[in-house]
């Protein structure tokens, strides 16, 4: 499953994410990560036993958590199954079935880079 | 008794339209009947083969008749929900373009959204100049108008329905955002437009039946063939067709307008042409299959008109979603709708059995012999090599940093080429890398401070091309390296601003 992880920039010096690995022996793969000035955003992919753990020792650290389980919706009556999303999708989040485009959400990791390719902008990152 | 080469009129299967009998198959599945039953049992058994494609055609628009205000107005310059349409043709008859911009939302709102919203039945808000004359006194108008409110609007569009279209990727280090949609680094994807099996001109490759006037269906209406389109280029298989319909009768299913990132407003159109199984020959072509249409790959990493091929591909290696590239698996996407495209070849297929659906006799053949001319240019724009300083001064890796600093104030500049012992461009230190490397107190060699990833230029490269490079990527000075990667000069932002200054004082 994967987290959404919102750092405040008070604690984002803090080796956060290995802290919580030592805790919770949970293996933890980065998806994403962005750390400027004002915020920090990382997604992580973890195991759905470990998830409410690895969720509830990042939250002790003061870190926001967002489980994200739909993080990208589509407007079904935009999308015309174009596949401008498909190729450019770093985790395959999109694919053809019967030359429909299909989501399979769970891969997601809220890039963003599917938003500004889809022509009829039918694609939206669920606020986090 | 029929002879051994099977023909068949087009009155013959009109008749059998009208009657209700005729039997139509789409393009998807005529393949597998000629194999099954050869181009004569396929002439015998299949009337009509229904094609369909629905894919970004930017070369689109309407003209709309707005009728006479009172008092009139010859109309100068015109505006539809802040999009600008063409209104010097005559006094109330506009042009509404689909990839013009809007003045107020930029690219993600165009000629192709003020289409889509016509058809879909919005008020559209219209705004006007006039030229004022004694016979159209009115200078200024402001309307609202809805699709049923003009006296025509007519979709003409001067190129769509490209019998097959070169795919897409980008060996560059960067992202590009083109009408090929969103092309990753390092050839990260490939992208292809065109239904391929389905398109209508790869089944009348030779355009036997395809002509001036032929009917078609255009965004859900029953539309027309004008003549060939602009570019049209049949010796290489890349033919075109000039469209007109009544956007009146137009359906926002087989309409959509759409936005490419960084690119602009396009309107995806829906066109399915019917084809009548007239004799061997056409049953032969209906029966293309992916694998007969080829393409090519081409890198849209190279921003020139002559783009390098790096792969021949059929539309089956397209659609298998994966192409080789020197050894790698490169993912492949369309960004027309085949899905779409398959559903117009099947409302097509069902307009003709039930007798909705006529086929015509062309007029006047398309020219079967037409190529495309790159433009001629008369005015040459000077490359990097014109303009470029010559007088480069280059450091090697290994000096310390007060050195470049000295090297720096001794000239009138203020970037360094960092380069190999055999010349080659290896990193750049500027002088506000050396300024910060000052601050925070490092004094020792530039290799730790030089930037390694250095965007650099041609001798041969247009400036217009230099100086968007200049833009994209935010900085002042372009290295310029030969051949064999050697530091030849230097393009700096204040030689690409002197030229423009001078060019305005000619």
Not at chain 2, 67 to 87: C, F, M, Q, R, T
Not at chain 2, 185 to 195: D, K, L, T, W
Request: aromatic share 6%; proline share 5%.
């Amino acid at each position: 499953m994967k987290l959404m992880l919102h750092v405040a920039p008070e604690i984002v010096r803090q080796p956060l994410i290995a802290s919580v690995i030592l805790e919770t022996a949970a293996l933890v793969n980065i998806e994403r990560a962005s750390i400027d000035a004002v915020s920090g955003e990382i997604v992580i992919e973890v195991d759905p036993d470990k998830c409410k753990e690895v969720k509830a020792a990042f939250e002790d650290r003061g870190v926001r958590v967002v489980l994200l389980e739909i993080p990208v919706i589509r407007d079904e009556n935009e999308c015309i199954h174009c596949g401008g999303c498909v190729s450019i999708c770093p985790t395959g989040t999109f694919r053809f079935e019967d030359w429909k485009v299909v989501a399979d959400s769970g891969k997601c990791i809220q890039c963003g880079a599917c938003v500004s390719a889809c022509p009829q902008r039918a694609l939206k990152l669920v606020l986090r | 008794m029929r002879s051994n080469v099977q023909e068949k009129s087009l009155s013959e299967i009109n008749e059998r339209i009208r009657d209700g009998n005729a039997r139509v198959v789409t393009a998807e599945e005529m393949p597998d009947i000629v194999d099954e039953l050869g181009t004569a049992g396929a002439v015998r058994e299949v009337d009509v083969v229904t094609t369909g494609t629905f894919g970004a055609m930017c070369s689109s628009g309407v003209f709309l008749n707005l009728g006479h205000s009172d008092p009139p107005i010859k109309i100068l310059k015109a505006y539809l929900n802040k999009v600008e349409a063409y209104g010097g043709v005559a006094a109330v008859d506009l042009f509404l373009g689909a990839t013009q911009a809007s003045e107020d939302r930029g690219i993600e709102y165009g000629g192709a959204h003020v289409i889509e919203d016509l058809v879909a039945g919005r008020p559209i808000e219209v705004e006007a100049v006039g030229a004022g004359t004694d016979c159209y006194p009115q200078l200024e108008l402001e309307t609202s108008l809805r699709l049923e409110d003009f006296n025509q609007a007519t979709m003409l569009n001067p190129r769509n329905a490209y019998q097959k279209y070169n795919a897409a990727t980008n060996s560059s280090d960067r992202t590009m955002h083109t009408y090929m949609g969103t092309l990753l680094p390092r050839y990260g994807n490939i992208h292809y437009s065109g239904a391929g099996v389905l398109s209508p001109i790869s089944n009348d490759p030779n355009l036997d039946y395809i002509g001036v006037g032929t009917r078609i269906f255009l965004c859900g209406a029953q539309g027309y063939v004008v003549g060939s389109g602009t570019q049209h280029n049949p010796q290489d298989h890349f033919s075109t067709l000039m469209v007109t319909g009544d956007l009146k009768q137009m359906d926002t299913r087989y309409l959509r307008a759409a936005t490419f990132h960084k690119y602009g407003p396009s309107l995806y159109v829906g066109i399915g042409i019917p084809i009548p199984v007239l004799n061997e020959q056409i049953a032969k072509n209906t029966a293309v299959r992916d694998r007969d249409i080829m393409t090519s790959v081409m890198d849209y990493g190279i921003q020139r008109r002559s783009k390098p091929v790096v792969k021949e591909v059929s539309y089956e290696d397209l659609k298998s979603g994966f192409i080789d590239l020197n050894g790698k698996e490169v993912q492949t996407s369309s960004l027309s709708s085949f899905f779409h495209a398959r559903e117009i070849a099947g409302v097509l297929k069902s307009q003709v059995e039930k007798g909705e659906f006529l086929l015509t006799q062309s007029v006047t053949p398309l020219p079967k012999e037409a190529r495309v001319k790159p433009m001629k240019q008369t005015k040459e724009f000077p490359n990097v090599e014109d303009v470029m300083s010559r007088e480069v001064v280059t450091v090697r890796e290994d000096i310390p940093i007060d050195q470049a600093a000295r090297t720096i104030i001794g000239g009138s500049f203020d970037h360094l080429p960092v380069t190999s012992a055999d010349g080659r461009l290896i990193g750049i230190v500027t002088a506000w890398d050396i300024s910060k490397a000052v601050a925070n107190g490092k004094t020792s060699r530039i290799s730790e401070i030089m930037t390694r990833k250095v965007v650099s230029s041609t001798p041969d490269e247009p400036i217009e091309l230099a100086a968007r490079k200049l833009d994209t990527h935010s900085i002042s000075a372009l290295p310029v390296v030969d051949k064999q990667g050697r530091v030849t000069g230097m393009v700096t932002s204040n030689d690409l601003s002197r030229l423009f200054a001078r060019r305005r004082l000619i």
